[in-house]
């Protein structure tokens, strides 16, 4: 969790190129070739290597799956790059606005690990409360 498997580094002429490589133990594939969605956590590695100690130098990412006897690719560009952002952007945009904090749908509260906190104290159930007490910054 939460590492590349393998970064590979290929030397193409004078140009040295930067793979990701994740391995899975399991053989039910997740993963569609060149889908972002699917792909992100690969291609967050990549966005990371490529901010950080490989800029311009990372190309794609893959995931093998030996006991499925599978390898599914993806490729990372400048393009592929902005459209993670722009999803992570969104996303954490919600999450600072509290978009969804608080299901209607009292089956959502069923397995929460809040569940007993929303319970004894309603006014923690609602973001701007959790901010006024302090808990949110």
Known sequence: HGKADL???????????????????????????????????????????????????????????????????CAFNEEISQSLVSRFESRIGSIEKADGWKSDDSDACLYCTAKTICEMSPGYRYYEALVKRGMIV
Do not use: H, M, W
Not at 26 to 52: F, H, M, P, W
């Open 7 to 73: 970064v590979e580094r290929r030397q193409i002429g004078s140009r040295e190129d930067i793979y990701v490589l994740d391995a899975k133990t399991g053989t039910n594939v997740k993963q569609i070739e060149e889908d972002i969605e699917t792909c992100v956590q690969a291609l967050i590695y990549c966005e990371l290597l490529n901010r950080s100690v490989y800029p311009r130098q990372v190309r794609g990412c893959a995931y093998l799956y030996p006991k499925a006897q599978r390898f599914i690719s």
